[in-house]
């Protein structure tokens, strides 16, 4: 088949290669000249495990190609995949104007019958909307279907997340549509992937619903900890514990410093706007927005605690990106926490293994960035882990107190042991281990 991807983000350059591996013949646009000149030169413009080597074969197999001419990808194509981003608008809704402006370009340049699929995180009555804005712009009577196709990768694991997923999901109107997009994901058919048909509705609350939920078991849990910290519990063993229960389950149990990312943050905030739009409260979703932004706050507080004063202490902290295994950096934690040390009068070297540059962009100059994590620790008042990546997991602590001015590890993922870093000659705070 005949594909194009409109956006080259970590979401749509994900779905354009995975398609053209599946065998379809794939262009991805983006309007973003630099990005696509990049691609253009073989060049991965984020990082994502593996993902250089599927766009490599498939643009060697003539499968996979790159463009900012939109009109001529939708042109050419049966299949067009909106994949672009949807950042959340200053009251918490999903700003949809990068929506609204693909719909218009899909719009001029439909020649055809095509199905267009909603592959960004839209709110619900999303589709109906982009069918409407693409009737009222078309130059010339076409046939189209509009199909809501959320996407649950994760970044990190997005190639194997999109090639065995848990689920697809399909949300589309008509049988036609459906059968088109059945083809699309035929290979994942073949390895028997649950698909879930439904309506455009649906669908569109299925990827919201999926998301608030598990930001809630994530929040669940950093509240557990927080208690424990109260109680003189120990979260890893609660959250151990509970999730040994079948019902329950141990995924997403991790205490830590609050959710950030591309999507739980804009799509917890977007789903409680959706339920005040439509007269109903998500009660449960306001309460994790609410939570999670003071579980980030509360790091700062904890650190502040342990050091006693900010003013003039020089901080090493690592792990910059959201989470590991990516270079995003959007809404991640450490921007709340490295924000609030510097307000306290705290002087940041920083290290990440990918996010470095990404980071620049945030932070600027405002905090100082180290190629390697012992040089970042040198003369440190305090070591701060704030995102897990596993090159953290096996540090060499007795090497890092001698570098340091002071022996304390502030762990806000739990990635060691109290007695560990104890028997190392640290003081030790955890998440949620009084
Ligand atoms: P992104 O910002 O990385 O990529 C979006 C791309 O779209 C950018 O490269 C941008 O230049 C391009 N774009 C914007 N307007 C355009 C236009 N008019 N024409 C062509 N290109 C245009 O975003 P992302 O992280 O890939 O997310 C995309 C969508 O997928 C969002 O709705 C997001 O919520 C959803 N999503 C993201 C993830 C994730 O892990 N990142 C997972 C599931 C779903």
New binding site residues.
């Given amino acids: 088949m005949y594909i194009t991807v409109?956006?080259?983000?970590?979401?749509?350059l994900v779905t354009a290669a995975c398609l053209a591996d599946f065998g379809h013949f794939v262009t991805s646009?983006?309007?973003?000249a630099g990005?696509i000149k990049r691609l253009m030169n073989g060049e991965i413009p984020i990082y994502e495990p593996g993902l250089d080597e599927v766009v490599q074969r498939n643009v060697q197999d003539k499968r996979l190609t790159f463009t900012t001419d939109?009109g001529a990808g939708v042109a050419n194509s049966q299949v067009i995949f909106i994949?672009?981003?949807?950042p959340s608008l200053e009251d918490g809704s999903a700003d949809l104007s990068?929506v609204e402006?693909?719909a218009k370009?899909i719009a001029s340049a439909m020649n055809n019958y095509k199905v267009v699929v909603n592959?960004?995180?839209?709110p619900v009555g999303t589709g109906r909307w982009v069918r409407k804005i693409i009737t009222d712009n078309l130059k010339s009577k076409e046939d189209f279907d509009v199909v809501s196709n959320p996407?649950?990768?994760?970044?990190g694991t997005a190639l194997y997340d999109f090639t065995h997923p848990d689920r697809v999901v399909i949300g589309a109107d008509s049988e036609k549509a459906k059968e088109i997009m059945r083809e699309v994901y035929r290979n994942l058919y073949l390895i028997e992937t649950p698909f879930i048909l439904t309506n455009v509705e649906t669908a569109e609350l299925i990827k919201y619903a999926s998301n608030a939920f598990l930001a809630t078991k994530i929040t669940f849990i950093n509240e557990m900890a927080n208690l424990c910290e109260a109680v003189g519990g120990d979260v890893q063993v609660v959250a151990k514990a509970m999730g040994l229960d079948g019902r329950i389950g141990p995924k997403f149990l991790h205490a830590g410093p609050g959710y950030g990312g591309?999507?739980f943050p804009?799509?917890t905030r977007a789903l409680a706007k959706i339920a005040r739009k439509y007269g109903e409260r998500v009660s449960i979703v306001d309460a994790v927005v609410e939570a999670n932004e003071n579980q980030k706050k509360r790091m700062v507080e904890k650190i502040r605690k342990v050091l006693g004063d900010l003013q003039s202490k020089k901080i090493a902290l690592l792990g910059l990106a959201f989470k590991p295994n990516t270079d995003d950096m959007r809404e991640a934690p450490s921007i709340t926490i490295v924000n609030g040390l510097l307000a306290g009068g705290a002087s940041i070297k920083a290290h990440d293994p990918e996010a470095m540059v990404e980071a620049e962009k945030v932070f600027g100059d405002r905090i100082g960035y180290c190629q390697d994590v012992y040089d970042t620790a040198k003369g440190a008042d305090a070591l701060v882990i704030v995102t897990e990546w596993n090159s953290y997991r096996r540090l060499d602590l007795p090497r890092l107190r001698e570098l340091m001015k002071d022996a304390i590890l502030i762990d806000l993922r739990n990635i060691y042991t109290p007695q560990e870093a104890q028997a190392a000659g640290f003081r030790y705070v955890g998440v949620g281990r009084s």
Avoid: N
Wanted: charged share 30%; hydrophobic share 30%.
């Fill in positions: 409109i956006g080259s983000g970590y979401v749509g646009v983006d309007k973003d990005k939109l994949a672009v981003g949807t990068q402006a693909v370009e592959k960004s995180t839209v996407e649950f990768l994760r970044e591309s999507c804009k799509d």
